[in-house]
């Protein structure tokens, strides 16, 4: 089903109730007014929304309904038992419709007859929807006729002339409006696709592209340049309320079938106040137009003969016959008339024997039926032929998907008890080893560990089906950036196409909203340093047009994001000479630093390429930033370059920062937590295995290096490892570079609710935050870039 449709219908669940309770309330205090504009909000926002889709018997029956409400809340008139009655059996007929359209993405067949009378009995106490003629005096066909305008031929020539029969033969009228938006609309606020597609009544719509499109170098795709001419039923006062934020925009105009046949023969109209309706035998044929009428009558002969259209089909089909006769001056009646009858009339109208049915059915030019000369689609087995129109009293009909609106905060705190719930659960294992160690019943230990697991999987489940509740696409991040990269890259002097790829990636709505500023760094970073002006990458044999990308994928329990752009690249060198400048880099690291090394240079604090200070960039504060606020969502960031090719730089998210999973060591006897995304791995060395380089322990890892960390010593805390026992080492990767940390023990996996640190201990940054285990101990749980800051610095 279409989203937009999907929402429609959760929303209009909310819509009619409100409209059912206000309409009950009214009939108990009728003089209330806050309860009429209640009601009348309701009714309107459902009209306004209802009109986003092809339903317009829904449209116009929710607009005699709103017209009725407008009515008693101006005053005109008093709401009485019976316009209760009639408003809530519309409300419930429209309830009925949604249930069919929920299942079949269509309003029933008959909603056009089901509505017609309650439109009548709504509009009755308004005056009914026509004039009636006094008695004797010539019916009149229109009110008003304006001189058709030159601007009705863009809905075709062919329509023009089935629309100019048909009104003939019901001495009726249509108004027809052409929309001008300005260039500038979009930054009024004002969507001319989305005002066109609420037009109530509407019979056609046509959209006129510009005489001559802007060369692309200058082509801007925020100015609107089309206009569109649409038919309606509605009425003049009807549009004139709709576009009544842009009546110098748009031009109305009322037309019969004479005038709109006037237009077609390119004869002026005069402005005439009423033109009587003509004699069906004194209809003026046009002998330009009498070729496409017989075209149309052949077609639906040959459509008759080769197939058996039945239903809409058929209706349609009689339709386009009638209008072609009368377009030939020979008026037809077909109402009710089957098959066979719509065959003879044809036959008589073309004066000629019937055709044998083809082998297979010829070429048909009439788009309507061309359609219906096709065969047409098979039942699904098992399916009715015809669906049932959907009663109000139904009890089955659902409209639209079952959606609870929740407030966020209520979410946040069923997500904190879930957290919880988890730390409760991991008190069991404790229980356990209690029950061994110290009451010596490993029955009972057994006991709680089975308890435990099943516990262990309910918590889990419920904090999967949390997170679900907590997810957005990141496409609620992504949305921000056509707009900014549009005006950054004019004010840069810069050509740059935007590109977005898997924004229906979800994560958790704390990554989402966090995410938002690291993106924006990263985007002006590559429009201002990244990207060349447009004769820089011609000269250079690249497309005057870069290209910029955010991209999203899901890796796991993680989402991977990243920005890359086509543009000059990062140059090592001049990154290196521009860190030894600032004094980031000594002129050792200067000559032995590599490329991949001095890329990340530029996440350094105070770091930055740039010449001139401005307001874009300079500063440096830029990339360091992102680095810092991605590290505090638990993530990582990495850039790798290429000179001339572009840069890309991958951001490593967790999906919730709700719950976090530590791995739990302890060292001079005080438990610590080490986030479980950092660990590579758990080792433990004999301690005659442990070398020195150059005043640093390391220990060799399958012919790696890694130098190892005395986490004691690191946190000033007394301790001494014992010689005679193996050491235990936990090997973690920061910054993409493995470390081993000197710890006295490995404790378990669990996951705990990350409280971050305030009061006295807010600035010790080699503490992320605090949790509280299963047995009630508080567990401080470690910043490694820090705690690895500090090993350096006391070494």
């Known amino acids: 089903m279409n989203p937009l449709l999907a929402q429609f219908l959760?929303?209009?669940?909310?819509?009619?109730a409100s409209v059912d309770d206000g309409l009950l309330q009214l009939e108990r205090n009728p003089g209330?007014?806050?309860?009429?504009?209640?009601?009348?909000?309701?009714?309107?926002?459902?009209?306004?929304?209802?009109?986003?889709?092809?339903?317009?018997?829904?449209?116009?029956?929710?607009?005699?309904?709103?017209?009725?409400?407008?009515?008693?809340?101006?005053?005109?008139?008093?709401?009485?038992?019976?316009?209760?009655?009639?408003?809530?059996?519309?409300?419930?007929?429209?309830?009925?419709?949604?249930?069919?359209?929920?299942?079949?993405?269509?309003?029933?067949?008959?909603?056009?007859?089901?509505?017609?009378?309650?439109?009548?009995?709504?509009?009755?106490?308004?005056?009914?929807?026509?004039?009636?003629?006094?008695?004797?005096?010539?019916?009149?066909?229109?009110?008003?006729?304006?001189?058709?305008?030159?601007?009705?031929?863009?809905?075709?020539?062919?329509?023009?002339?089935?629309?100019?029969?048909?009104?003939?033969?019901?001495?009726?009228?249509?108004?027809?409006?052409?929309?001008?938006?300005?260039?500038?609309?979009?930054?009024?606020?004002e969507d001319p696709l989305h005002l066109v597609r609420q037009v109530p009544g509407l019979d056609r719509?046509?959209?006129?592209?510009?005489?001559?499109?802007?060369?692309?170098?200058?082509?801007?795709?925020?100015?609107?340049?089309?206009?569109?001419?649409?038919?309606?039923?509605?009425?003049?006062?009807?549009?004139?309320?709709?576009?009544?934020?842009?009546?110098?925009?748009?031009?109305?105009?009322?037309?019969?079938?004479?005038?709109?046949?006037?237009?077609?023969?390119?004869?002026?109209?005069?402005?005439?106040?009423?033109?009587?309706?003509?004699?069906?035998?004194?209809?003026?044929?046009?002998?330009?137009?009498?070729?496409?009428?017989?075209?149309?009558?052949?077609?639906?002969?040959?459509?008759?003969?080769?197939?058996?259209?039945?239903?809409?089909?058929?209706?349609?089909?009689?339709?386009?016959?009638?209008?072609?006769?009368?377009?030939?001056?020979?008026?037809?009646?077909?109402?009710?008339?089957?098959?066979?009858?719509?065959?003879?009339?044809?036959?008589?109208?073309?004066?000629?024997?019937?055709?044998?049915?083809?082998?297979?059915?010829?070429?048909?030019?009439?788009?309507?039926?061309?359609?219906?000369?096709?065969?047409?689609?098979?039942t699904p087995a098992g399916a009715p032929a015809d669906l049932p129109a959907a009663r109000a009293d139904d009890p089955g009909g659902q409209v639209g998907t079952r959606v609870l609106k929740v407030d966020q905060e209520k979410v946040d705190r069923l997500m904190e008890l879930v957290g919880e719930l988890n730390v409760a659960k991991n008190g069991l294992t404790f229980l356990a080893a209690a029950a061994e160690e110290e009451f010596g019943s490993r029955a009972l230990s057994r006991r709680i560990k089975d308890q435990y697991s099943g516990m262990h999987r309910i918590a889990e489940e419920l904090q999967a089906a949390v997170m679900d509740v907590r997810m957005l696409p990141l496409s609620v991040a992504f949305g921000r950036f056509p707009r900014l990269v549009r005006d950054l890259s004019r004010r840069l002097g810069k050509t740059i196409e935007l590109v977005t790829e898997g924004d229906d990636t979800m994560a958790d709505k704390d990554v989402i909203e966090a995410l938002g500023d690291p993106l924006?760094?990263?985007?002006?970073?590559?429009?201002?340093?990244?990207?060349?002006?447009?004769?820089?990458?011609?000269?250079?044999?690249?497309?005057?047009?870069?290209?910029?990308?955010?991209?999203?994928?899901?890796?796991?329990?993680?989402?991977?994001?990243?920005?890359?752009?086509?543009?000059?690249?990062?140059?090592p060198m001049r990154v290196k000479r521009k860190a030894y400048e600032k004094g980031l880099i000594s002129e050792e690291e200067l000559e032995s630093l590599s490329d991949t090394e001095a890329v990340d240079l530029v996440f350094r604090a105070g770091f930055s390429t740039a010449d001139q200070i401005s307001d874009l960039s300079g500063r440096g504060v830029g990339m360091d930033a992102v680095r810092a606020s991605v590290e505090k969502l638990g993530g990582t960031v990495t850039m790798r370059s290429e000179l001339g090719s572009g840069t890309v730089t991958r951001l490593r998210l967790p999906l919730s920062m709700a719950v976090t999973q530590v791995m739990v060591v302890s060292v001079a006897g005080q438990r610590f937590g080490v986030p479980?995304?950092?660990?590579?791995?758990?080792?433990?060395?004999?301690?005659?295995?442990?070398?020195?380089?150059l005043h640093q322990d390391v220990v060799v890892m399958r012919g790696e290096v890694v130098p190892v960390i005395d986490l004691a010593r690191a946190l000033q805390m007394p301790w001494a490892p014992d010689d005679s026992r193996d050491r235990a080492v936990l090997i973690?990767?920061?910054?993409?570079?493995?470390?081993?940390?000197?710890?006295?023990?490995?404790?378990?996996?669990?996951?705990?609710?990350?409280?971050?640190?305030?009061?006295?201990?807010?600035?010790?940054?080699?503490?992320?935050?605090?949790?509280?285990?299963?047995?009630?101990?508080?567990?401080?749980?470690?910043?490694?870039?820090?705690?690895?800051?500090?090993?350096?610095?006391?070494?």
């Not at 959760?10 to 009619?16: F, K, P, T, W």
């Not at 009925?96 to 009548?120: S, Y």
């Not at 009914?128 to 601007?151: C, K, L, N, Y």
């Not at 479980?676 to 380089?693: I, Q």
């Open 732 to 795: 973690v990767s920061v910054n993409g570079q493995r470390v081993g940390l000197l710890v006295e023990q490995f404790h378990r996996e669990v996951d705990v609710i990350l409280k971050p640190m305030e009061g006295l201990l807010a600035y010790a940054d080699e503490f992320s935050g605090t949790a509280l285990l299963g047995d009630g101990l508080v567990l401080l749980v470690l910043n490694l870039k820090e705690v690895l800051g500090l090993a350096a610095r006391a070494a």
């Open 10 to 16: 959760a929303e209009a669940n909310d819509l009619l």
């Open 205 to 378: 719509m046509t959209v006129i592209r510009p005489e001559q499109w802007p060369p692309r170098e200058e082509y801007d795709e925020y100015a609107c340049l089309l206009s569109f001419v649409v038919a309606t039923r509605a009425s003049t006062g009807e549009l004139e309320y709709l576009f009544r934020y842009v009546p110098d925009q748009i031009s109305i105009v009322e037309l019969d079938g004479a005038a709109i046949n006037r237009h077609l023969e390119g004869e002026e109209a005069e402005d005439l106040e009423t033109v009587p309706a003509a004699a069906p035998d004194a209809l003026h044929v046009d002998a330009r137009l009498a070729a496409d009428a017989r075209a149309v009558l052949t077609a639906a002969h040959r459509t008759l003969a080769v197939g058996e259209p039945t239903g809409t089909q058929l209706l349609a089909l009689i339709g386009s016959v009638t209008s072609a006769a009368l377009a030939l001056g020979v008026p037809l009646d077909l109402t009710g008339a089957d098959r066979e009858a719509v065959n003879a009339a044809v036959e008589g109208v073309l004066g000629r024997a019937p055709i044998e049915p083809a082998a297979t059915p010829p070429a048909v030019d009439h788009p309507v039926l061309a359609a219906l000369a096709a065969p047409p689609a098979a």
């Open 520 to 571: 924006v760094h990263l985007v002006r970073n590559s429009l201002d340093h990244g990207i060349e002006t447009s004769d820089e990458r011609i000269a250079a044999g690249k497309p005057g047009t870069a290209r910029l990308t955010l991209a999203a994928v899901a890796d796991g329990d993680a989402v991977l994001v990243e920005v890359s752009d086509d543009g000059r690249g990062v140059d």
């Open 32 to 189: 209330d007014p806050e309860l009429v504009n209640e009601v009348f909000r309701a009714a309107h926002t459902f009209k306004g929304s209802s009109g986003l889709f092809d339903f317009p018997e829904l449209t116009r029956l929710t607009h005699a309904a709103e017209d009725l409400l407008d009515a008693v809340r101006g005053g005109r008139l008093a709401l009485d038992s019976g316009m209760a009655d009639d408003l809530l059996a519309a409300f419930d007929l429209i309830r009925g419709w949604l249930a069919h359209v929920t299942a079949h993405e269509r309003l029933p067949a008959t909603a056009g007859q089901d509505a017609a009378g309650l439109i009548t009995k709504l509009r009755a106490p308004l005056g009914g929807e026509t004039v009636a003629t006094d008695q004797g005096q010539e019916p009149s066909a229109v009110r008003r006729i304006d001189p058709p305008p030159e601007w009705l031929a863009p809905l075709g020539t062919e329509w023009l002339i089935e629309t100019a029969a048909w009104l003939s033969t019901t001495a009726s009228t249509l108004r027809f409006v052409r929309y001008l938006p300005d260039q500038d609309c979009f930054f009024r606020a």
């Open 676 to 693: 479980v995304d950092l660990v590579v791995e758990t080792v433990r060395v004999p301690a005659a295995e442990m070398g020195r380089v």
